[in-house]
């Protein structure tokens, strides 16, 4: 009866008004939890030098350790356009960071009995137990054809959450199952996760299920899973379960239209000086997307990243067993694994042996030291999302770190620059 009593006071509270999230706590000064105040310095000059020179219109960046925030900074510009500044309670689309989201509500419905993550995704969808797999074939004359060929094993919810079902994403070019996902318009905002879901059982799977790794549609299709095995719509399980609980009350899939100002807008970037296609943060889909749907800031999703490094649990409300969370943040990838032929984009993030990287359920999960390039240490894990934004958490050194951003061709780079700066400023 508690936990039903603190979750239907934290709906309440929610659903009042976003600026009621509640932050974690933040010390006086950094060293407090180890850090350099003078070398955080550098990292601030870094970000403020990255709007000088106009590789992003702006950024919030926190970073927390022993469940305090030591560092939250904005700076540049929300809209830079408008000429509004960045400020620490601007809410941004954060795209992939949905996924760890839907992976932890996930493993709340493993928890309740309501799946198992050996279940074969067909218990949920049925249509996926007919889904064939694309065989590319070379003949003598030098000439490809592509053939079907039933799956070997079914594709289970461990392999949604570990992006080895043999889905992918969709792209325009000379791979025809990518090609499929462009054609039939999997990523139809005006569809439903049902709709889309039974779309995307009649193409063909690109892999074998837990064969290959390969970046995908996968936690897209674990939203519909969450559906079924609820018996709820993914934005409404999220809100009672996960949001709500842990006030996250400017995180969800759009927010009201009194918060429209507080949204970060992108500026034109790219080889093209283009504008990026970042939807505003009160634009609403009929497609919740499991995958990269939802919108947040940075001091919300810093509770949920608090929750997960407490062993799935914040301030009296568990959502998860600490063995859960070791089994989400565990590598799950069996050994020798190869990944997608262009999965070299993701460049040191890349869950590969050759960069000391391996993927969980929900997150990509370091495995070596000195392997990778990037500072770190082996258990921490992490992800971002296309428009820009990114998180890790070091277990070891008992910290995370947010970046917010909306600048699609800077992700990659600032990504890099934040974890050396980060680490940098440790004192100890």
């Known amino acids: 009866?508690?936990?039903?009593?603190?979750?239907?006071?934290?709906?309440?509270?929610?659903?009042?008004?976003?600026?009621?999230?509640?932050?974690?706590?933040r010390v006086q000064q950094a060293e407090e939890v180890g850090f350099s105040s003078a070398r955080l310095r550098v990292l601030s000059d870094r970000m403020r030098e990255g709007v000088t020179n106009n590789e992003l219109p702006g950024a919030v960046v926190l970073i927390a350790r022993n469940g305090k925030i030591a560092h939250f900074g904005s700076y540049g510009h929300r809209d830079k356009d408008a000429g509004v500044a960045m400020t620490n309670d601007t809410i941004f689309r954060?795209?992939?960071?949905?996924?760890?989201?839907?992976?932890?509500?996930?493993?709340?419905l493993m928890e309740r009995g309501k799946l198992t993550l050996q279940d074969p995704v067909s218990r949920f969808i049925p249509e996926f137990?007919?889904?064939?797999?694309?065989?590319?074939?070379?003949k003598a004359d030098g000439t490809v054809e592509w053939e079907q060929a039933p799956q070997r094993r079914p594709m289970t919810v461990q392999d949604l959450l570990r992006h080895t079902s043999g889905l992918t994403y969709g792209a325009v070019g000379a791979n025809p199952v990518k090609q499929s996902y462009v054609d039939m318009k999997v990523t139809d905002r005006g569809k439903t996760n049902a709709e889309m879901a039974v779309k995307?059982?009649?193409?063909?799977?690109?892999?074998?299920?837990?064969?290959?790794?390969?970046?995908?549609?996968?936690?897209?299709?674990?939203?519909?899973?969450v559906e079924v095995a609820s018996g709820q719509p993914l934005d409404v399980f999220l809100e009672k379960e996960i949001l709500a609980p842990l006030r996250m009350g400017d995180t969800g899939f759009e927010v009201s239209a009194d918060r429209?100002?507080?949204?970060?807008?992108?500026?034109?970037?790219?080889?093209?000086?283009?504008?990026?296609?970042?939807?505003?943060?009160?634009e609403k889909f009929t497609w919740r997307s499991g995958g990269g749907g939802m919108v947040s800031t940075a001091a919300d999703y810093s509770r949920f990243l608090q929750m997960l490094v407490n062993g799935g649990q914040l301030d009296g409300v568990r959502l998860l067993s600490r063995k859960s969370v070791e089994l989400m943040t565990a590598d799950a990838l069996p050994p020798g694994m190869p990944t997608g032929p262009d999965m070299w984009r993701f460049e040191a993030f890349e869950p590969s042996p050759t960069r000391g990287t391996g993927f969980g359920l929900g997150f990509a999960v370091r495995t070596a030291t000195g392997v990778n390039p990037l500072p770190g240490s082996v258990g921490d894990y992490q992800w971002g999302g296309a428009f820009g934004t990114y998180f890790w958490v070091d277990p070891k050194e008992r910290m995370f770190a947010i970046l917010m951003m909306q600048s699609p061709a800077a992700r990659l780079r600032y990504r890099f620059l934040m974890r050396g700066l980060t680490y940098q400023a440790i004192a100890n």
């Open 1 to 25: 009866m508690m936990r039903v009593t603190l979750t239907a006071v934290a709906v309440a509270v929610a659903g009042t008004s976003g600026a009621l999230a509640q932050g974690l706590p």
């Open 94 to 108: 954060i795209a992939s960071m949905t996924k760890p989201v839907v992976s932890v509500a996930t493993l709340m």
């Open 129 to 138: 137990a007919d889904t064939k797999v694309a065989v590319r074939k070379e």
């Open 200 to 225: 995307l059982a009649k193409l063909s799977l690109a892999f074998q299920p837990g064969t290959t790794w390969e970046y995908s549609m996968s936690t897209d299709v674990l939203g519909r899973v």
């Open 260 to 282: 429209k100002a507080r949204g970060a807008r992108p500026m034109k970037e790219g080889p093209n000086n283009a504008m990026p296609n970042v939807p505003d943060v009160t």
